[in-house]
């Protein structure tokens, strides 16, 4: 098919006239898009930073709440003996604040931790579990073995191993988009163009 098959004037205001091509209809579609996705990274690099100290606060917090709970435990197993039940575990636990959150002693097989769930789950005898939900999922600490669902390094977080690789993989994403849909924008005359 020719291109001035494929492409026609269309009348549009008075003696203007809108050269209409389905290719450059496509074209432009395609560079909208690219610069959708390009903002889209950008927001994604800005996002991605921040919310991993966000994250990461909550989790040191939690974790100082494991330490804390798991300390008061200890004091109470020495002096009985054994661990404490569910009402004795809340009477010698820290308090919580607002922000904290509730600290439950599991059993030793406790399996909806969520991550190394196995290591959980093979605990027996005197060992136990501290667990806290965190609104979608599981966080554990076991004391009697140092393990801990809780990740509180910033590689564990990020997609690339490293924040500022996240960073640099988000904008040159944004970057090359943009420099796709500034090529895909540049106004071509069709071949078969009268104006030409």
Not at 105 to 116: E, I, K, T
């Amino acid at each position: 098919m020719s291109a001035s098959a494929q492409c026609r004037t269309l009348p549009l205001f008075g003696n203007q006239a809108v050269w209409h091509c389905p290719a450059m209809l496509i074209r432009r579609s395609a560079a909208a898009l690219l610069v959708c996705l390009a903002l889209l990274a950008c927001m994604m690099a800005i996002i991605n930073t921040t919310s991993f100290d966000h994250t990461i606060q909550h989790s040191l917090r939690l974790n100082h709440q494991f330490r804390s709970a798991a300390n008061a435990i200890e004091v109470f197993r020495r002096s009985h003996g054994r661990l404490p039940n569910a009402r004795e575990f809340g009477a010698v636990s820290p308090s919580a604040g607002p922000e904290d959150y509730e600290i439950v002693l599991a059993p030793a097989g406790f399996q909806y931790c969520d991550r190394d769930t196995t290591e959980f789950a093979k605990m027996a005898g005197p060992d136990y579990v501290l667990a806290a939900w965190r609104g979608e999922w599981w966080e554990c600490y076991a004391p009697t073995r140092h393990i801990s669902t809780l990740l509180l390094d910033r590689a564990a977080y990020s997609m690339f191993g490293a924040a500022w690789l996240d960073t640099l993989v988000f904008l040159t994403f944004a970057a090359a988009s943009m420099a796709a849909a500034l090529k895909l924008s540049v106004r071509r005359k069709p071949a078969g163009d009268p104006t030409r």
